[in-house]
């Protein structure tokens, strides 16, 4: 499925057994009404009157084994709240979850050595223990042998340097630091799936390098199913080969991050250098009509040697623009640049 809509997305039923397979999630949370007035603190206690609000409805997908998935939605869209439902950590009002064939909900204790959850904003590391102690709590609650602990510590230590904190208590560390103590301690029991809400929030830009450079290597190398949470578009870009959009708890898009280029429509801007000049439209003609009147572009700039032009890829192939621009001068290189991404998801959430 590569559309944005409003409704809901039908699932696919993968032939063998998916990785991740969410089917009519839904999850509404009841809240008291807060009353106004004098007192109003006492008669809330004992008010009956509760709003209701849908954070996700009705969402299906299924994510195979060793894919990378990234989740994104503006705030309050309802990713955390899938991923709480995914992971078992909040039970949805309806709907079910399988992760790797097991109920989550129903299965707790097998479910957990399968799959290993991240959250930027909160550590499951303990606060006032050194890095390392908390591995052994960690490698105890799981069950993880010392060969087992001390051969994944010495990959994730070489891969995110946690040897600068290995004796530092949590709650001294840096916010890049945490992360990467985070990841690694999620990572511990050697999980086949890996969930993260907004990994690398806050983070600058070498500790974002350092994460998605370790994440890569957990799915590309060690074959690990990863659905990730971001509202860093590099993050997506640079990581996601599948991208899903959620929008007030619906999902409108799944598919690849180039098809979402595809269907927003921006333009693509094409710039090419030739090499003794060019013959052109008059100054001032902001517009180059194909010669065979197939298709025009627009100029976006100019200089003696260069002419960059706006095409709209779904429309026009490539191939075509070069075959055109080259009619008017002998091109010596030519530059592409996609659509920003960021503007992309500008447009898509609306
Ligand atoms: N425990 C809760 N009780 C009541 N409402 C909640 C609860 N948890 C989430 N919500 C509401 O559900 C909606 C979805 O929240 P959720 O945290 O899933 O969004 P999100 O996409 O992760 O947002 P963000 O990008 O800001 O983290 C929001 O309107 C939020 O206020």
């Known amino acids: 499925m590569e559309t944005i809509s409003s409704r809901a997305v039908p699932t696919v039923q993968a032939e063998r057994e998916a990785a991740i397979e969410a089917v009519g999630l839904c999850k509404s949370f009841k809240t008291p009404v807060v009353a106004q007035g004098r007192f109003s603190g006492i008669r809330s206690l004992f008010s009956r009157e509760y709003t209701t609000k849908e954070a996700v409805r009705d969402i299906g997908f299924t994510v195979e084994k060793g894919d990378f998935v990234g989740y994104i939605g503006p705030n309050g869209a309802g990713k955390s709240t899938t991923i709480k439902m995914l992971t078992g950590i909040l039970h949805p009002s309806s709907g079910s979850v399988r992760l790797a064939g097991i109920d989550p909900h129903r299965d707790r204790l097998r479910c957990a050595s399968r799959l290993g959850v991240v959250f930027g904003q909160r550590s499951q590391l303990w606060w006032d223990l050194p890095v390392k102690d908390s591995y052994d709590i960690l490698a105890h609650m799981y069950g993880v042998c010392d060969a087992d602990k001390a051969k994944r510590l010495g990959e994730f230590a070489e891969l995110l340097d946690l040897d600068e904190f290995w004796d530092t208590p949590v709650r001294k560390l840096s916010l890049g630091q945490r992360m990467r103590a985070d990841i690694a301690a999620a990572m511990l029991h050697d999980p086949e799936l890996l969930f993260l809400d907004e990994p690398t929030i806050g983070l600058d830009v070498n500790a974002k390098r350092n994460i998605r450079g370790f994440l890569k290597v957990l799915n590309e190398e060690f074959g690990k199913t990863i659905l990730l949470t971001t509202h860093d578009m590099d993050d997506i870009e640079q990581l996601c080969r599948r991208v899903m959009v959620i929008g007030g708890g619906r999902l409108t898009y799944d598919g690849t991050v180039e098809g979402l280029r595809r269907e927003i429509g921006l333009p693509t801007e094409i710039k090419v250098t030739y090499?003794?000049?060019?013959?052109?439209?008059?100054?001032?003609?902001?517009?180059?009509?194909?010669?065979?009147?197939?298709?025009?572009?627009?100029?976006?700039?100019?200089?003696?040697?260069?002419?960059?032009?706006?095409?709209n890829r779904q429309d026009v192939r490539t191939m075509d623009v070069l075959r055109e621009l080259g009619q008017r001068g002998e091109i010596e290189d030519v530059e592409m640049r996609e659509p920003d991404f960021e503007e992309i998801i500008r447009r898509v959430y609306g």
């Not at 052109?280 to 298709?295: E, H, V």
């Open 275 to 311: 090499r003794a000049g060019y013959v052109l439209p008059r100054q001032g003609d902001d517009l180059i009509i194909a010669a065979d009147s197939s298709f025009a572009m627009r100029i976006v700039s100019r200089t003696e040697s260069t002419l960059t032009v706006e095409v």
